[in-house]
């Protein structure tokens, strides 16, 4: 389970330079707005827009822009109608990719994509070509400080997550996706110390990749997150901690 967190901790590096750009500011922005869409205007009411609006405040987002983009959501301005796609393919060595995106214009969406993908030896696939590979699964992580990995599990399948584990910088629950904002909450009530929770790909095989490969998987995943249009990216590499650092 633990080989995800390679790439987390690259885009957790990444946040930061985004958002000076205001990349990441472009990308929560359509995420509220496809939020109050779906699930209405009232986070108390839409878990999706809540947690929205908690990594937006997170991301210090401007307020006034999380506002418009809730009443675009909610049709009481104008505004950009986001469809919700997500495209499987093939990186460098064969490794699988699944790109979650948000698009205006889909043609100019898998257009690049599919650019992006060619230009370091990948391509599209068909859906469903590559997501039997992975497993969607909800993962929370717990701060270290003051607790313990015996605590956390007991309190964790208390509130009906599945498993823990100690990483390096935290406890890892992992639990149904579906859930994984209802046990956060549960474990913050407490005394636990919530540092995320999301519902990640987790891959069920890897691939081993080294020298070209590995260096053109990390810049295929720097572009394809950079894209205006994708909100996740998902994939299967295996590269070892030292040279990811490295490239990263």
């Not at 540092?195 to 790909?201: D, G, N, Q, V």
Request: charged residues 30%; aromatic residues 4%; proline residues 2%.
């Amino acid at each position: 389970m633990a080989g995800h967190n390679k790439w987390s901790s690259i885009k957790h590096r990444k946040a930061a330079v985004d958002s000076k750009r205001g990349k990441l500011f472009t990308k929560l922005l359509k995420e509220i707005t496809v939020a109050a869409r779906i699930g209405g205007g009232d986070p108390d009411g839409n878990s999706r827009l809540r947690k929205a609006l908690t990594v937006a405040r997170t991301g210090n987002v401007p307020a006034d822009n999380v506002d418009r983009a809730i009443k675009r959501g909610t049709g009481e301005l104008a505004g950009v109608e986001y469809t919700e796609i997500t495209y499987e393919g093939y990186g460098p060595g064969g490794a699988a990719v699944i790109i979650e995106t948000m698009t205006d214009n889909r043609n100019r969406t898998v257009g690049e994509l599919r650019h992006m993908l060619a230009k370091f030896n990948g391509n599209l696939g068909e859906a469903g070509s590559v997501a039997w590979m992975f497993e969607k699964r909800g993962i929370i992580a717990i701060e270290k400080e003051g607790t313990s990995e015996e605590a956390v599990m007991d309190q964790a399948l208390e509130v009906g997550a599945e498993d823990v584990s100690e990483e390096d910088e935290c406890f890892e629950v992992v639990c149904d996706p579906n859930q994984v904002d209802a046990i956060a909450d549960k474990l913050k009530e407490t005394g636990l110390t919530v540092a995320s929770a999301e519902a990640l790909m987790i891959p069920q095989n890897t691939v081993k990749l080294e020298g070209r490969q590995a260096e053109s998987m990390i810049k295929l995943m720097g572009f394809i997150e950079d894209h205006d249009d994708v909100q996740n990216v998902w994939a299967n590499f295996d590269i070892d901690d030292e040279l990811i650092e490295k490239l990263a």
